[in-house]
């Protein structure tokens, strides 16, 4: 067995991140050091060193003790995954947006938002009301998602114009020009999402 790698930051060594993930699904299998010894055929004191990541062990041991307790390998190694961006909003709330038509009672909610791997996205909780405000088409790079929830437009796209009713999801890529252009009921109340790529030959 190799001497425990060490830190190169303030993060737990990997040693000790399998040892943890080692001794954590060996208690919530029940087992103690001497069954699970027996099962893998692995000493307790090596066994023990482990969980403690006084030792580098290897995959064919790491291998043995999760066929013991009955887990994947990987479960040892899930600690060491980059944790995901997650945005939790509660209904009714959100950040209130200014945008071009907020005005009117317009309401431009931002109820999520996401980074990962050059890649983000947000969503909006949209709610228009008579009268449809004069506004400009928008125009932006990325991916958009529409969902509407509750009343009747007719919705631009490109050279396209799409009346829209509860159910109803538009789905387009946004350099396109696109936007509302005529409300069918007193109130329309729709989601969008939009994802953008992050790197630098986008912007």
């Known amino acids: 067995m190799k001497e425990p790698r060490k830190a190169l930051d303030d993060r737990p060594s990997l040693d000790l991140i399998v040892g943890a993930a080692v001794k954590n699904d060996r208690m919530l299998a029940g087992l103690t050091l001497a069954e699970l010894s027996k099962r893998a055929s692995v000493s307790t004191a090596m066994i023990s060193k482990i969980e403690r990541g006084q030792v580098s062990a290897s995959l064919t041991t790491l291998g043995a003790l999760a066929e013991a307790i009955g887990v994947p390998l990987i479960n040892f190694f899930a600690g060491t995954v980059e944790k995901t961006d997650v945005s939790f909003v509660p209904a009714g709330e959100g950040v209130q947006v200014q945008r071009q038509g907020s005005a009117f009672g317009h309401s431009y909610k931002l109820v999520g938002r996401a ?17 449809l405000s004069k506004r400009p088409l928008y125009q932006h790079r990325g991916i958009e998602f529409i969902h509407v929830l509750d009343g009747e437009m007719v919705y631009r796209c490109g050279d396209g114009q799409f009346t829209m009713k509860p159910g109803d999801s538009l789905s387009f890529v946004s350099n396109a020009a696109h936007g509302p252009v005529e409300l069918l009921t007193p109130k329309v109340t729709f989601v969008t999402v939009i994802s953008k790529a992050e790197s630098a030959d986008m912007n």
């Open 115 to 131: 980074d990962a791997n050059h890649v983000s996205f947000e969503s909006f909780a949209v709610t228009l009301e008579q009268p």
